[in-house]
């Protein structure tokens, strides 16, 4: 029964870190455990990818990210949602950055 549970607890991380699987010496930013976390189980890497997403620039991203923790209530911190930010536009987008981002 132990390796049982030890085997569906690896697949469970693998199907929520599977940079981590890809890649043992990768270290999650904080962005992406927050987003690992708490988003990933709706907001596969689909939604980045759609002909009508809603994120197309740097501030447009950062809304976003601020209205999902929001909607979750989440209570992310200014710090949280732009490592969030900064992980979906270093990840998905690749948008250019405002002034001191």
């Known amino acids: 029964m132990?390796?049982?549970?030890?085997?569906?607890?690896?697949?469970?991380?693998?199907l929520l870190c599977p940079v981590a699987l890809a890649d043992p010496t990768h270290?999650?930013?904080?962005?992406?455990?927050?987003?690992?976390?708490?988003?990933i189980a709706c907001h596969t890497t689909q939604v980045h990818w759609r002909d009508k997403k809603q994120a197309t620039n740097w501030d447009a991203l950062e809304k976003q990210v601020r209205r999902w923790q929001a909607a979750g209530m989440l209570q992310w911190n200014e710090d949280d949602i732009n490592e969030v930010t900064r992980h979906l536009n270093d990840s998905y987008y690749h948008f250019t950055r405002g002034v001191g981002r």
């Not at 270290?27 to 988003?39: A, D, F, I, K, V």
């Open 27 to 39: 270290s999650p930013s904080r962005g992406e455990l927050l987003y690992s976390t708490h988003c």
């Open 2 to 14: 132990t390796s049982f549970r030890s085997g569906m607890l690896f697949a469970a991380s693998a």
